[in-house]
């Protein structure tokens, strides 16, 4: 059973930046593509970032194209994501996820996904 922790959330102001970091407790991390998702109050878990085992691909959602960086190091079973210019619209539980199967892409469906984190909190205020 894998276990994922997060960490590096906190409470920011608007324009701050953030890195959260997710160490993974498998001996099978680098067979996998990683996925960071968030959920505000209210709302439903989206997929902000996705990054292929390798680090080859990543993907991004519209919102935090050009302010988020997915990155991994596999030699350290860590997955990160570098926040910056963060906007108040951000506020979320940050969750990282591992999904169901192995493949040469990432995924980006929360159903494609079935290790969580337990979430850290990222809250922007104005």
């Known amino acids: 059973q894998i276990q994922l922790v997060e960490s590096g959330g906190g409470l920011v102001q608007t324009g701050a930046s953030l890195r959260l970091s997710c160490v993974a407790s498998t001996r099978t991390f680098n067979n996998f593509a990683m996925g960071w998702f968030r959920q505000a109050p209210g709302k439903e878990r989206e997929n902000v970032a996705a990054?292929?085992?390798?680090?080859?691909?990543?993907y991004y959602a519209d919102s935090v194209k050009g302010r988020f960086t997915i990155s991994r190091d596999n030699a350290k079973n860590m997955v990160y994501l570098q926040m910056n210019s963060l906007k108040v619209e951000d506020t979320a539980v940050y969750y990282c996820a591992r999904p169901k199967h192995i493949g040469i892409g990432y995924y980006t469906r929360v159903d494609d996904y079935d290790s969580w984190g337990q979430g850290t909190q990222v809250t922007v205020s104005s």
């Open positions: 990054i292929s085992w390798n680090g080859g691909s990543t």
